[in-house]
């Protein structure tokens, strides 16, 4: 069956940088783009990124733009977030989601704490 | 960017009730692009319904959507027990370039 399996996450300070992995399993990863969504804690869902299946589009929220970066590894079936200069705004979990539409399959989730 | 707003904020009803949803859209969503998704407390959300109104396999039948343009609304038609939860309405009008999230519905238990 589909699972994706986030880690990464912790408590970081303001201004650091923090990676997060999803490694996906039970489908051909390499046929599918692949999200990054986010949900501050109380709060609503928000778009992170996307990146297609070949790896060779990436998208992002504004809020993220230039700050973060999504990344595939399809000979490890792993998608990545680099996050850099992060911000307090930017507490949340970080769930991973497959599909380019609707997201028919989550991750569980990685909490991100940026605190000094 | 396209917006969507849901409404109400909360919804309190029993067991048994209808409950009914509402996503609008700050400009018309082509082709219905359109899905729900049901969050429960310490969850990832799950997918319930697609291009408006097509349910997941597996989703039970008294959850339906409808609705296009610019309007849409998810019901359900008897609450159950697990039912209680957040819901978000989203679009992929702009994928897959990007994707945008309703700020969510949630049903509560009166």
């Known amino acids: 069956q589909v699972q994706l399996v986030e880690s990464g996450g912790g408590v970081v300070q303001p201004g650091r940088s923090l990676r997060l992995s999803c490694e996906a399993s039970g489908f051909t990863f390499s046929s599918y783009g692949m999200h990054w969504v986010r949900q501050a804690p109380g709060k609503g869902l928000e778009w992170v990124a996307i990146?297609?299946?070949?790896?060779?589009?990436?998208y992002y929220a504004d809020s993220v733009k230039d700050r973060f970066s999504i990344f595939r590894d399809n000979s490890k079936n792993t998608l990545y977030l680099q996050m850099d200069s992060l911000r307090a705004e930017d507490t949340a979990v970080y769930y991973c989601?497959?599909?380019?539409?609707?997201?028919?399959?989550w991750g569980q989730g990685t909490l991100v704490t940026v605190s000094s | 960017e396209i917006v969507l707003t849901q409404s109400p904020g909360t919804l309190s009803l029993s067991p048994g009730e209808r409950a009914t949803l509402s996503c609008r859209a700050s400009q018309s969503v082509r082709n219905n692009y359109l899905a729900w998704y049901q969050q429960k407390v310490g969850q990832a959300p799950r997918l319930l319904i697609y291009?408006?109104?097509t349910r997941v396999i597996g989703i039970p039948d008294r959850f339906s959507g409808s609705g296009s343009g610019t309007d849409f609304t998810l019901t359900i038609s008897r609450l159950e027990a697990e039912d209680f939860a957040v819901y978000y309405c989203q679009q992929y009008v702009t994928s897959p370039r990007a994707l945008t999230f309703g700020g969510g519905t949630k049903v509560e238990i009166k």
């Open positions: 989601a497959r599909g380019t539409s609707n997201l028919r399959y």
């Open positions: 291009d408006a109104s």
């Open positions: 990146i297609w299946d070949d790896g060779r589009n990436q």
